[in-house]
Structures are given as structure tokens and as C-alpha cells.
């Protein structure tokens, strides 16, 4: 199975940017389905982008797209989730998943269908 560990999270000011990690061990991330969530305080889990490690296309939530890439890097293991054009709505806990399921891409929107989770980073972005 895979372990996961994000990193990268920090405060910043509205319209900057930031670069999580997330570092996959164990197995490679290709083998997955690696996805970003967030949680802001009081609120539930909520999908912000995903991919198949193995290619294909990109998944994002409305809320983001255009303004989030994701990404991965074989050689190093790691998915990344670059963050621009960064709002105060986009502050909360971010956390990666790796799903070893068979999922059609409607699927990857649902934190219920991932098994693996890191431990989180906060972003809080100032206004």
C-alpha cells in the first residue's frame, strides 16, 4: 500500500501562489488514482482536483480550475498541486489521496472512494 505525506502548505497573501507536495512511498503513485481535497473549518471535505498517476486527463473543481494545476513527477514519487490567483475561500486543510480503485473519472470527485490520505497541510491565504 502507498503512505503519503503533503507538504508545502503555509500562509500567503490573496492573488499569491503555493506549491504542494505530496510525496508517495511504498508503491508508486502511477498505480493510483491521486486526488487533492481540502477542509476549511466547519465545513465538509470537499474535492478540489484529480488524476490517474498512470496519465490521462486532469480533474478540477469549478471553484479552482484555471487557477490550480495538478501534477506528478514519476522520478520523484510526488504529486504536485500548484495554487495561483490564491483567494481567502481557498484556506483550509489540503490533503492528498490515492485511490487503488477502478473508478470512472465520475467517481473521483468522492473523498469516500479514496483509502489512502496524508496527514494535511494548511494553506490560510490572508486578504
Known amino acids: 500500500q502507498v503512505q503519503l505525506v503533503e507538504s508545502g502548505g503555509g500562509l500567503v497573501q490573496a492573488g499569491g501562489s503555493l506549491r504542494l507536495s505530496c510525496a508517495a512511498s511504498g508503491r508508486t503513485f502511477s498505480s493510483y488514482v491521486m486526488g487533492w481535497f481540502r477542509q476549511a473549518p466547519g465545513k465538509e471535505r470537499e474535492f478540489v482536483s484529480a488524476?490517474?498517476?498512470?496519465?490521462?486527463?486532469?480533474y478540477y473543481a469549478d471553484s479552482v480550475k484555471g487557477r490550480f494545476t495538478i501534477s506528478g513527477d514519476n522520478a520523484k514519487n510526488t504529486v504536485y498541486l500548484q495554487m495561483n490567483s490564491l483567494k481567502p475561500e481557498d484556506t483550509a486543510v489540503y490533503y492528498c489521496?490515492?485511490?487503488?480503485?477502478?473508478?470512472?473519472?465520475?467517481?473521483?470527485?468522492?473523498?469516500?472512494?479514496?483509502?489512502?490520505w496524508g496527514q494535511g497541510t494548511q494553506v490560510t491565504v490572508s486578504s
Open positions: 488524476f490517474r498517476g498512470s496519465g490521462g486527463p486532469t
Open positions: 489521496a490515492a485511490s487503488g480503485l477502478v473508478l470512472s473519472s465520475t467517481s473521483y470527485y468522492y473523498a469516500r472512494n479514496y483509502g489512502y
